[in-house]
């Protein structure tokens, strides 16, 4: 069984920063892709950055210059580094990974547990 963690996250102002962290364990054989998603109070869930094993980046739109995603595969943990947040980033925000486990062998979508960040004065 593979979890992942997740750690950071809160309150804080406009324009402030955060840094979430997300470590997976478990029976793990290997991490493909890894990112990051929030969900608003209403909204649907959607994808905010992801990287895969080799450190290829994407983001969405809203976040690009501000957000900053990257993992260590020694570590099988994936950062997303959060500056010049915004009311509108206020969400639960969600790790994922695309792994291969051990026992049983075979591919799985892993979700963190959620956190929410929450942006206000």
């Known amino acids: 069984q593979v979890q992942l963690v997740e750690s950071g996250g809160g309150l804080v102002q406009p324009g402030g920063s955060l840094r979430r962290s997300c470590a997976a364990s478990?029976?793990?054989?290997?991490?493909?892709?890894m990112g990051w998603y929030r969900q608003a109070p209403g909204k649907q869930r959607e994808s905010v950055a992801a990287i895969t094993s080799g450190g290829t980046t994407n983001y969405t739109d809203s976040v690009k210059g501000r957000f900053s995603i990257s993992r260590d595969n020694a570590k099988n943990t994936v950062y997303l580094q959060m500056n010049s947040l915004k009311p509108e980033d206020t969400a639960v925000y969600y790790c994922n990974a695309d792994a291969k486990t051990v026992a049983p062998p075979k591919r799985e979508i892993i979700w963190g547990q959620g956190t929410q960040v929450t942006v206000s004065s």
């Open positions: 478990g029976s793990i054989f290997s991490i493909n892709a």
